[in-house]
């Protein structure tokens, strides 16, 4: 009886003590790989709801390791300030966006064979659920959020930005493989061999990698997580919007 009462004791301050800052990086980097080939080979349909899914799983193991909502760039002291950020890229971008759509030299980046048989309603679910949801919500949590927060904890900005943007770069892998005959501007650089898929993919994952980073020092500087997220959206559903109205 004295052993089984000592083993639930054991167990009881087992189940208590936090998990390890590497475990919970190695938890959160298989979650990823996962919803990764789910979103891109299983279930892409599902994004919306992996995202959701996803993005609560990857706070609890946040939390698991002791961290807090602002360790993910969720804290309510600067949820003000970070929303301030985001209005404003957002608006940048969508001022970037205008003026490149109206320029006959930047028009033709628009360009996407993806887009040619969507509707309008189509798009309007992408830029206000599938891209705030599927996309930004999942990817910003994870890597500017939880990853970000697990290694900023233990080896400071420098270390926390470089292993979240090296792994948001290979995250782009999977959904860059046809990237260099759906984007038409894209073709001639890059061709329809199979040496051409690798350098699109190689380009892709470094420009997204570098995006990461800008994304990292957003969430740094402004202490929230809003601002990434708004820069993230506009891009995106901006991207999809323009593409959409000029094809």
């Known amino acids: 009886m004295d052993r089984k009462g000592t083993g639930s004791a054991d167990d009881t301050d087992r189940a208590a003590r936090p998990m390890g800052t590497g475990a919970a990086v190695g938890v959160t980097v298989a979650v990823l790989a996962v919803a990764n080939v789910v979103n891109n080979r299983w279930a892409p349909s599902f994004g919306v709801l992996t995202g959701v899914v996803v993005s609560a799983l990857l706070l609890g193991v946040l939390f698991r390791a002791g961290g807090g909502w602002a360790d993910a760039g969720l804290g309510a002291a600067t949820l003000r300030s970070g929303a301030l950020w985001a209005v404003v890229l957002v608006g940048l971008v969508a001022a970037g966006y205008a003026t490149a759509a109206l320029l006959p030299v930047t028009r033709g980046l628009f360009a996407d064979e993806r887009y040619g048989g969507l509707t309008g309603g189509q798009v309007a679910l992408r830029v206000l659920v599938t891209v705030p949801v ?35 770069g290979v995250w782009h892998v ?60 506009a891009v995106n559903a901006f991207g999809y919007l323009v593409g959409f109205l000029l094809r």
Do not use: I
């Open 134 to 168: 599927g996309t930004v919500l999942l990817e910003e949590v994870a890597f500017r959020g939880v990853l970000y927060g697990l290694v900023l904890r233990v080896r400071g900005a420098v270390w926390a930005t470089a292993v979240s943007s090296v792994l948001f």
């Open 174 to 233: 999977l959904p860059s493989l046809g990237l260099a005959t759906d984007k038409p501007a894209l073709t001639p650089l890059f061709g329809r061999s199979a040496f051409g898929v690798v350098a699109a993919v190689v380009a892709a994952v470094l420009f997204t990698g570098a995006a990461g980073v800008l994304f990292c020092e957003l969430r740094r500087r402004s202490g929230s997580l809003l601002a990434p997220m708004g820069l993230h959206w």
